[in-house]
């Protein structure tokens, strides 16, 4: 299927199967010859382990990312923190109802520079660390974004509807930015929760949660509210969109990552449509 991601490597396989290790500036030739261009602001959903044996790991990525994009571009990426939030609704793995006051009542306070991502992988963790990166102050869904559009993309993330166009996403669709998939399937594309926000289907659901944020200089546990999110179509939509507009979507290889470049707008406005018509 069509946005499908890549297998993840082990170490081992990595080396087996590179035919040279990818560095810096071999990885900053692969992104401009799959249309990454300077000017460029651009979300990138990430699979390190999936590219095969990099020099330098994740900082080789972000520094090849920012090449292609120079002074003039903007880089963003998902730096989300799913375990600051009601443990009531966890199933990957549960925890004993007996544990849930205590999670809520103990949890730290968001930090933007100190909470660590949950499972996005090593490519956003390291850029959340670098120096002249800026991050949302969403507890569960924060984005970090660096460049001159930084600033503007990643401020006045809204608590409630976290994924909605008052959000980072939102942001990316007015200023015309891209996506790039690296390594990874349209079930990581998040600009597809921004369809999900704004479409209108049948049976759509308004969940309340919680999550541990700092609010007037102490720490409270506060009550989140969003449409509850299903991402199991999305590698659905995705082929969808390719089969409709294959001139919008640009594939290539990133190393051994299957890789894909298209237009935030163009992908939301088509999902927003396609779920419309198809989401029961």
Avoid at 15 to 36: A, C, H, Q, W
Avoid at 84 to 108: K, L
Avoid at 131 to 154: D, K
């Amino acid at each position: 299927m069509k946005g499908k991601k890549s297998s993840p490597l082990a170490e081992t396989d990595r080396v087996k199967y590179n035919p040279l290790p990818l560095t810096v500036s071999s990885l900053t030739d692969d992104f401009r010859r799959i249309g990454v261009r300077p000017g460029m602001t651009l979300i990138v959903h990430s699979s390190l382990s999936s590219m095969g044996w990099v020099c330098g790991n994740a900082q080789s990525v972000i520094m090849a990312l920012e090449a292609a994009i120079g002074e003039t571009g903007t880089l963003v990426m998902p730096t989300h923190t799913s375990d600051n939030s009601d443990p009531a609704f966890w199933s990957r793995p549960p925890v004993p109802s007996q544990w849930w006051d205590i999670i809520r009542a103990e949890t730290p306070a968001f930090d933007p520079e100190l909470t660590p991502t949950r499972k996005m992988g090593a490519i956003p963790e390291t850029f959340r660390k670098q120096p002249g990166t800026v991050r949302s102050n969403h507890p569960q869904v924060s984005f970090a974004a660096r460049g001159p559009l930084a600033a503007r993309i990643v401020s006045d993330h809204s608590l409630n509807y976290a994924l909605g166009d008052a959000s980072p996403l939102g942001r990316l669709y007015e200023i015309g930015g891209f996506i790039l998939l690296l390594g990874v399937g349209y079930e990581n594309n998040t600009a597809l929760h921004l369809a999900e926000f704004r479409a209108n289907f049948p049976g759509k659901k308004v969940e309340r949660g919680g999550a541990a944020v700092n609010e007037n200089g102490r720490r409270i546990w506060k009550i989140l509210e969003d449409f509850s999110e299903e991402s199991d179509r999305f590698p659905e939509i995705g082929a969808a969109f390719e089969a409709a507009h294959p001139h919008k979507v640009t594939t290539g290889r990133i190393g051994l990552a299957e890789a894909r470049l298209m237009p935030v707008r163009d992908l939301v406005d088509f999902a927003t449509a396609w779920l419309e018509a198809n989401r029961k």
